[in-house]
């Protein structure tokens, strides 16, 4: 069946990068759109942007311009998102996402999630 | 700050009835196609309604979605315990060019 496996738990000081991946089975990876989701703690969903696994053309979001990079290595079916430039208003839980219309924009059409990666960003 | 509006709770005993309301715009949801997503505790979110008022296989008819004109609902039927979770409507916004979520709405059964 579908899944989307992330990476582990990160804990990173403030300045340094991070890089999320995101590891797909069970379908074609170059079909669908990946999607990048933060939850900050107690707080709600933020949609970052997506990724068309196709192309590799990024999309962000406004307000994630700048310091996010969406990448992908669909040699092994992964996603990654990369931080960098750290701060503590970072930290929270990145989820990934499968868009199911495909790769011609992000619909909302979420139909497999990764389990998520906590983000701690302190010195 | 979300541009789609939801109450931040709701409450209801088991098998009553519980409606959760998702409000925006006509750049979202007056236009676009609505989701729901159901986020038990300490988990990922799941997808529960798609594209309005379509439920996934696996999903309990118990769910229910509609929409009319910038406001959006989620219903809950026959309420149980296994449904105390947050829940979150979402909708593309062509004003933003992206996705928008709502505030999410806490349930609680009592």
């Known amino acids: 069946q579908v899944r989307l496996v992330q990476s582990g738990s990160e804990l990173k000081k403030p300045g340094a990068s991070v890089k999320v991946s995101c590891k797909a089975f069970g379908y074609r990876f170059t079909t669908s759109g990946v999607n990048w989701v933060r939850q900050a703690p107690g707080q709600g969903l933020e949609w970052m942007g997506w990724i068309n696994t196709d192309t590799g053309n990024p999309t962000y979001a406004q307000g994630f311009t700048g310091r996010i990079v969406f990448s992908l290595d669909t040699s092994v079916s992964t996603a990654y998102l990369q931080i960098n430039s750290l701060k503590a208003e970072d930290t929270a839980i990145y989820y990934c996402?499968?868009?199911?219309?495909?790769?011609?924009?992000?619909?909302?059409?979420?139909?497999?999630w990764g389990q998520g990666t906590l983000v701690t960003v302190s010195s | 700050q979300s541009v789609l509006t939801q109450p931040p709770s709701a409450s209801g005993t088991p098998g009553l009835r519980v409606t959760i309301s998702c409000s925006g715009s006509n750049s979202n949801i007056g236009t676009n196609y609505v989701y729901w997503f159901q986020q038990l505790p300490g988990t990922a979110p799941k997808l529960l309604i798609y594209r309005i008022d379509q439920r996934p296989s696996g999903v309990p008819d118990r769910f229910s979605g509609s929409k009319s004109g910038t406001s959006a609902s989620l219903a809950i039927s026959g309420l149980r315990s296994e449904d105390e979770a947050e829940y979150y409507c979402a909708a593309w916004d062509d004003s933003l060019s992206g996705l928008v979520f709502g505030t999410g709405t806490k349930v609680t059964v009592l």
């Open positions: 996402a499968r868009d199911v219309v495909g790769l011609y924009s992000s619909s909302g059409w979420f139909d497999s």
